[in-house]
Each structure stands twice: as C-alpha cells, then as structure tokens.
C-alpha cells in the first residue's frame, strides 16, 4: 500500500490486543521499516494483526549511529514506524532523540495516536483531570527522588507517576515520608484481565502490599489540593475570606489570600465563591 514517507509514531495497546486503531494496523502493514524496543514483544502484536515485516531495534541502548542509520533511510524517502513495547512510544519510552534529530533534518514526522498508561490511569482515576502534572518514573537517586517530590508540594494538579511492581513499596513509603497518608489511587494492569483501580490511604495499601507480592504495571497517581490543605488549618483561611467577602471584589480577596498562604489561586477563589454563596 502506498505511503508518504516520514517516521510514524505508532500507539500501540497496553495490554489488550484489541486497543490498536485500524490507522495503526494500516501504518505498520505499509511502512518499510519498522523499529521497537524488544522484537520478542512486538512480534506477538504483528502475529497477532498478520503484519508479514522484519522488526529493527530501537531501544535506550541505541545511541547517535543507530539514529544516523534511521536518519539516512527516512533521508532515502522510506516510510519507517517506531513503536515501543507498549502504549505511546516517547512516554516514558525511547524516541524523544530521534524526533529531535528528524525535525532537524525536516524529516516529516506523523502520531498515530492510541493508547498510553498515562491517558488511561487519568480517566480511571477519579481524580480531577483539569491540570496534570506528569513524573514519568522517579529518578534513581535519593536526593533526586526528593527533589522531584518536593517540586510536587506547591502543585495544584493530579499527579501521575510510573512505577514498576519491584519499587512500589518503596515509592508508596517516599511518598507518605514527605506528604502524609494522604489518598491515592493506583491503576493496575489496565486493560488485562487482572486489571484494577485501587483508592485508598497510602497506610491501608502499605499494609495490604505487605502480605502479598504484588505483580503487574502500576500507575501511582494523587491530587496535591490534599496536600496543601493537609498542613493547614482550612478554617483559618475561611474565617479571613468571610471578613472580606461583603467589603472586596472575590478577585481582590483571591488574590490577597493566596499570598498570605501560599495558596494555588484557583483553590482560595473556589473557597471566596462558597463563601459568597453561604452569606
Ligand atoms: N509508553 C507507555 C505508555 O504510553 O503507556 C509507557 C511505558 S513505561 C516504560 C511502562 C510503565 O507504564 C509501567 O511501569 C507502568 O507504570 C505503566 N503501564 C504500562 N502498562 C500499564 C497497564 N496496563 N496498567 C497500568 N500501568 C501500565
């Protein structure tokens, strides 16, 4: 089938085999070239759809001479798509170099958009989806772990991170160290057949990780509007707005709290509209 040429970024499931677009099955059935991560996975997709096409390595090993080599077939006018094992390649996933080497090089570059873990998790969730700030997986380190969770702490947004089955335990217990037993939700195996949505305190799911072993893709997300109303007495910033809500404009008084607390400025104008309301 004929295709433009370019480099396709190709969505693939997470979990179930089901989840592809008839675009994607159409895309890799035509490219020339496609690159994964680990052909062992990909192929089970590919038997799966009936798509008859070698599959190239493109994974977090692969340096500047695999992208050249990339380069110079795109250059050559090819059509090549980049999948990843799972979900939407680039997500926490290799690709973000050779995207930046291809539009380099005017290389034109296409998304096949479909599924990613971090999409699904959001929605699943229950958490409010206005703002979202996503972590990705915490860095290795100590410090930088927490120099990324302290970033969190003046957030006003659902927090996404990646985990994998072997560290929650030790994330969950990071993230109760610096934000308290708040409530979190974490997706598990989204789409598979054991796949589900935990919400609970971070202290209960502790306790329940601890009597068994857990298995599987996991997605740790959270609201921080819980952490900044967690260190703080609540009744204290409403009793200030209540002072002011009959003599100031609600954007004045909005504005004036949110200094005086440190507070996200959407959160203090909800609490002056409640305020006006109750009056
Ligand atoms: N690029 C992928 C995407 O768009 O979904 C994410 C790749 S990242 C290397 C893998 C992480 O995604 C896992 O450690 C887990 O946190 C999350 N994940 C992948 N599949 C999942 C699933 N079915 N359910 C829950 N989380 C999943």
């Known amino acids: 089938m004929e295709i433009t040429p370019g480099l396709y970024l190709v969505s693939t499931p997470i979990g179930n085999l089901e989840d592809i677009s008839h675009r994607a099955v159409r895309i890799l059935n035509s490219v020339d070239m496609i690159y994964c991560e680990d052909t062992r996975v990909s192929k089970k997709l590919l038997n799966h759809y009936q798509i008859k096409k070698q599959l190239f390595v493109y994974n977090d090993f692969s340096g500047e001479i695999s992208r050249n080599e990339i380069l110079s077939i795109l250059m050559d006018d090819k059509a090549v798509a980049l999948i990843s094992d799972a979900g939407t390649p680039l997500i926490s996933d290799p690709g973000y170099k050779l995207v930046k080497l291809c539009k380099q090089k005017k290389i034109p570059i296409y998304t096949i958009?479909?599924?990613?873990?971090?999409?699904?998790?959001?929605?699943?969730?229950?958490?409010?989806?206005?703002?979202?700030?996503?972590?990705?997986?915490?860095?290795?380190?100590?410090?930088?772990?927490?120099?990324?969770?302290?970033?969190?702490?003046?957030?006003?947004?659902t927090v996404v991170i990646f985990e994998s089955a072997k560290k929650i335990y030790k994330t969950l217990n990071e993230i109760q160290n610096y934000f308290g037993d708040i409530e979190i939700v974490i997706t598990r195996e989204l789409t598979k057949i054991f796949e589900e949505v935990i919400t609970n305190k971070i202290s209960n799911i502790l306790s329940e990780i601890n009597n068994k072993s857990v298995k599987g893709e996991m997605v740790i997300l959270f609201n921080t509007s819980e952490l900044i109303t967690n260190n703080l007495d609540i009744t204290e910033v409403e009793n200030d707005i209540r002072k002011l809500i009959n003599d100031l404009p609600v954007k004045q008084i909005a504005n004036m709290i949110h200094m005086k607390y440190d507070l996200p400025k959407k959160m203090v104008y909800d609490l002056c509209l409640k305020s006006k309301k109750t009056k």
């Open 113 to 157: 958009p479909g599924p990613s873990a971090l999409t699904s998790s959001v929605v699943v969730s229950g958490l409010p989806t206005d703002k979202i700030y996503f972590l990705g997986f915490l860095p290795g380190t100590a410090s930088k772990r927490k120099n990324e969770l302290q970033k969190i702490k003046k957030l006003d947004a």
